[in-house]
């Protein structure tokens, strides 16, 4: 699955936190990327999943951007 978000990224976090909470999916790989462009926040997401019955806890949380 792929996402692009454009702005805050706690929004961005909660998206992630509800799809996962709704899908309870197995994360593989994880892969994030931000981008400045002009005043705007670009964040692309990458999540490689597989449908999981499994019922543990996980959660997203967006690193910060390093400038």
């Known amino acids: 699955?792929?996402?692009?978000?454009?702005g805050a990224y706690q929004?961005?976090?909660?998206?992630?936190?509800?799809w996962i909470e709704v899908y309870n999916p197995k994360v593989l790989d994880f892969k994030q990327s931000m981008v400045i462009m002009e005043h705007t926040l670009v964040i692309l997401i990458t999540i490689l999943y597989e449908e999981a019955?499994?019922?543990?806890?996980?959660?997203y949380v967006l690193d910060k951007m390093k400038r």
Do not use: G, Y
């Open 11 to 18: 929004a961005v976090q909660s998206d992630i936190n509800q």
């Open 1 to 6: 699955m792929i996402k692009i978000f454009q």
């Open 53 to 59: 019955r499994d019922k543990s806890k996980v959660s």
